[in-house]
Nanobody, 120 residues
Framework: QVQLVESGGGLVQPGGSLRLSCAAS??????MSWVRQAPGKDLEWVAG???????SYADPVKDRFTISRDNAKEMLYLQMNNLKPEDTAVYYC????????????????RGQGTQVTVSS
């Protein structure tokens, strides 16, 4: 059974940083993604990483966010720097449906999410 548990969210001022973590279990090693959902909006893919560590990013977060993973610990991370109010959302880690870093779709398994709020 796929289990994904996110942590690390919180309230941060614009320009601040947060590091999200995701503990994964119950499935074979896989490409993974971070996705987010802002109030009243659809799920949005944020970043993805292959088993080998190749990464991809959505344009709004490129050069500010860094996705990484520790395969031995079955952990996924998202380092978020220079946060902006428009980054406010619930962030989810998700299991990609294929090997590519961008191979996410809305019905991909994901965790319960962690709230990130960027506000002064």
């Amino acid at each position: 059974q796929v289990q994904l548990v996110e942590s690390g969210g919180g309230l941060v001022q614009p320009g601040g940083s947060l590091r999200l973590s995701c503990a994964a279990s119950g499935f074979s090693i896989s490409a993974m993604s971070w996705v987010r959902q802002a109030p009243g909006k659809d799920l949005e893919w944020v970043a993805g990483i292959t088993v080998g560590g190749t990464t991809s990013y959505a344009d709004p977060v490129k050069d500010r966010f860094t996705i990484s993973r520790d395969n031995a610990k079955e952990m996924l991370y998202l380092q978020m720097n220079n946060l902006k109010p428009e980054d406010t959302a619930v962030y989810y880690c998700a299991k990609n449906w294929a090997f590519g870093s961008r191979a996410w779709r809305p019905d991909s398994p994901r965790g319960q999410g962690t709230q990130v709020t960027v506000s002064s």
